[in-house]
């Protein structure tokens, strides 16, 4: 569908027209609450928190997920999918990611897990005391994944994050984990029998050691007389960055209550530096070092919404008090430096004029009621503005007024490709 044809509408999308009965029944539960557990609230919180721009269609998930338009929810190793049944005959395909502990974060699980054997036999049980996750925290884990840890994508035409057809799956979720909470294990990486098996090897003694749960002979290593007589080996290659940041130390202390920063403060910088720093050995040109306050807020903040927000220990509100900014317009600023760093932050507050020759083609491809004004078009509530690095970034008007960032900048005829079929949702 052509996007300058009138019939296209590049407003709020429609709300959803009847339709034939979906693939599962309708929920059991009828409109009571999702999340009748404390974990399974975790996880609703951690989705209503992600969901702060888009939140109308979080009212609309719950209706698909209490109507039975909602087929299997399959929750798999840092994974979840379903499909869903929307307006169109074909169901959408919703997966939704969930971050994966890796082998050295599972062995601080597993240790803090052996310690109490009535944790095990709590989760077997369908129970989830709290005690297990502040063991687990002890250790610098969450066992409840966090807002930014939890990515939400749908085959729908729809940009919200996450859209309707997603929220559903992850209301349906948690339904799941209250019925079973060693779910989360499962979506943190590990299958319910690795769990019981490392478990059971560790209560086992010294002399038996795991490895992904499969128990094996402890190394015996070996004697000094054969080491010596040995031929020594090639040097080996020097080891490949690592794939994350490191995770800085836990304080043992927080700081007294007169000092100028505290422990999570300190914690988020030295996140922030390690994430630069590995930027900069995987070759990256910039150490942020030249941005300006303003562009190093952004950025920053930009971490708090993304999915390494787990690692940062720092929540965006706590960030925009102590930077001085309205949490509502740091958010915005976070989501624009994600659309595109510092050409995408300016069309934020600045305009300009690019010349009617380009105005005129993001007219055009708006469509009838387009609205140009210096470097931004507008038609409705969707939005165009034409940045210094030669992409259009879109906007669309929140129900507050206000223009929130939706998406990455594109050139044209990118961006009429994957927005074309919009109206169609």
């Known amino acids: 569908m052509s996007p300058s044809r009138s019939s296209d509408s590049w407003e709020k999308y429609p709300k959803s027209r009847p339709r034939r009965p979906g693939p599962s029944a309708p929920r059991s539960g009828g409109r009571s609450p999702f999340g009748a557990t404390w974990w399974g609230q975790a996880w609703i919180e951690a989705l209503e928190q992600r969901a702060r721009l888009d939140a109308n269609r979080l009212p609309r998930g719950r209706t698909y997920a209490r109507s039975g338009a909602v087929g299997v929810v399959s929750l798999d190793v840092g994974r979840i999918t379903a499909l869903v049944q929307g307006s169109r005959a074909k169901p959408y395909l919703v997966t939704v990611r969930v971050r994966t502990f890796d082998d050295d974060e599972w062995t601080k699980l597993l240790d803090s897990f052996a310690g109490e054997i009535g944790h095990t036999a709590a989760l077997l049980d369908g129970e989830l005391p709290p005690d297990v996750a502040r063991d687990v925290a002890s250790v610098g884990l969450d066992l409840l994944p966090g807002p930014g840890e939890i990515q939400p994508r749908c085959t729908c035409p729809d940009w919200a994050d996450p859209c309707k057809h997603a929220a559903a799956v992850c209301y349906l979720v948690a339904d799941e984990l209250d019925r079973d909470p060693f779910g989360l294990l499962t979506l943190r990486g590990r299958s319910r029998d690795e769990v019981l098996a490392a478990l059971r090897s560790?209560?086992?003694?010294?002399?038996?050691?795991?490895?992904?749960?499969?128990?094996?002979?402890?190394?015996?290593?070996?004697?000094?007389?054969?080491?010596?007589?040995?031929?020594?080996?090639?040097?080996?290659?020097?080891?490949?960055?690592?794939?994350?940041?490191?995770?800085?130390?836990?304080?043992?202390?927080?700081?007294?209550?007169?000092?100028?920063?505290?422990?999570?403060?300190?914690?988020?910088?030295?996140?922030?530096?390690?994430?630069?720093?590995?930027?900069?050995?995987?070759?990256?040109?910039?150490?942020?070092?030249?941005?300006?306050?303003?562009?190093?807020?952004?950025?920053?903040?930009?971490?708090?919404?993304?999915?390494?927000?787990?690692?940062?220990?720092?929540?965006?509100?706590?960030?925009?008090?102590?930077?001085?900014?309205?949490?509502?317009?740091?958010?915005?600023?976070?989501?624009?430096?994600?659309?595109?760093?510092?050409?995408?932050?300016?069309?934020?507050?600045?305009?300009?004029?690019?010349?009617?020759?380009?105005?005129?083609?993001?007219?055009?491809?708006?469509?009838?009621?387009?609205?140009?004004?210096?470097?931004?078009?507008?038609?409705?509530?969707?939005?165009?503005?034409?940045?210094?690095?030669?992409?259009?970034?879109?906007?669309?008007?929140?129900?507050?007024?206000?223009?929130?960032?939706?998406?990455?900048?594109?050139?044209?005829?990118?961006?009429?490709?994957?927005?074309?079929d919009i109206s169609d949702e």
Do not use: K, M
């Open 202 to 420: 560790r209560r086992a003694g010294p002399e038996a050691s795991v490895s992904h749960g499969v128990a094996r002979p402890a190394d015996t290593g070996v004697r000094a007389r054969d080491a010596w007589w040995r031929t020594p080996a090639a040097a080996p290659a020097l080891p490949l960055p690592p794939e994350h940041p490191g995770r800085p130390s836990i304080l043992l202390a927080d700081s007294s209550p007169d000092a100028a920063l505290d422990a999570a403060a300190l914690r988020s910088l030295a996140v922030d530096a390690a994430a630069r720093a590995l930027e900069l050995a995987l070759g990256g040109a910039s150490s942020g070092l030249e941005l300006t306050r303003d562009e190093d807020l952004a950025r920053r903040a930009a971490a708090l919404v993304g999915p390494d927000q787990h690692r940062v220990g720092l929540d965006l509100e706590t960030l925009a008090h102590r930077a001085g900014v309205a949490p509502r317009t740091l958010l915005r600023r976070a989501l624009a430096w994600r659309a595109g760093g510092t050409a995408a932050l300016e069309t934020l507050d600045q305009q300009w004029d690019p010349g009617r020759d380009t105005t005129a083609e993001a007219r055009s491809f708006l469509g009838v009621g387009a609205v140009a004004r210096r470097n931004r078009v507008t038609r409705g509530d969707f939005q165009l503005r034409f940045a210094r690095d030669g992409r259009w970034y879109p906007y669309r008007r929140s129900t507050d007024g206000t223009w929130e960032s939706d998406g990455p900048g594109q050139i044209l005829s990118v961006l009429a490709d994957t927005r074309a």
